[in-house]
């Protein structure tokens, strides 16, 4: 089972930018599609942006952050990052990474169910 470590989340002001960082450990880690996944105080965890595992690493986002958050896999790090720029107030939440494995290696979705572990999060505040 692979292990996740997220970082990079803090206090921005609207407008700003943020990258998050997602370190994944485990022998098989490369087989799975990576998920960003958040959760605001009182409401449900919802998918951000995801990446496929084969090479071509295919996305998908939320329609709340096309445009403006980029997911992207350096391979021979395990990482996964998440490029957030021109945040908003809305954007506030904790921020999880997990694993999903598809039998279709160019298939990501934002479906919580579908992803099996979970790093423990790092928070994001946009506030000015």
């Known amino acids: 089972q692979a292990q996740l470590v997220e970082s990079g989340g803090g206090l921005v002001q609207p407008g700003g930018s943020l990258i998050l960082s997602c370190a994944a450990s485990?022998?098989?880690?490369?087989?799975?599609?990576i998920g960003w996944f958040r959760q605001a105080p009182g409401k449900e965890r919802e998918g951000v942006s995801c990446?496929?595992?084969?090479?071509?690493?295919?996305?998908a986002y939320a329609g709340s952050v096309k445009g403006r958050f980029t997911i992207s896999r350096d391979r021979a790090k395990k990482m996964v990052y998440l490029q957030m720029n021109s945040l908003k107030p809305e954007d506030t939440a904790v921020y999880f990474c997990?694993?999903?494995?598809?039998?279709?290696?160019?298939?990501?979705?934002?479906?919580?169910?579908?992803?099996?572990?979970w790093g423990q999060g790092t928070q994001v505040t946009v506030s000015s």
């Open positions: 990446i496929s595992s084969d090479s071509d690493g295919i996305t």
């Open positions: 485990g022998e098989s880690v490369d087989f799975y599609a």
């Open positions: 997990a694993t999903g494995y598809y039998t279709d290696s160019q298939r990501c979705d934002l479906v919580v169910s579908d992803y099996e572990s």
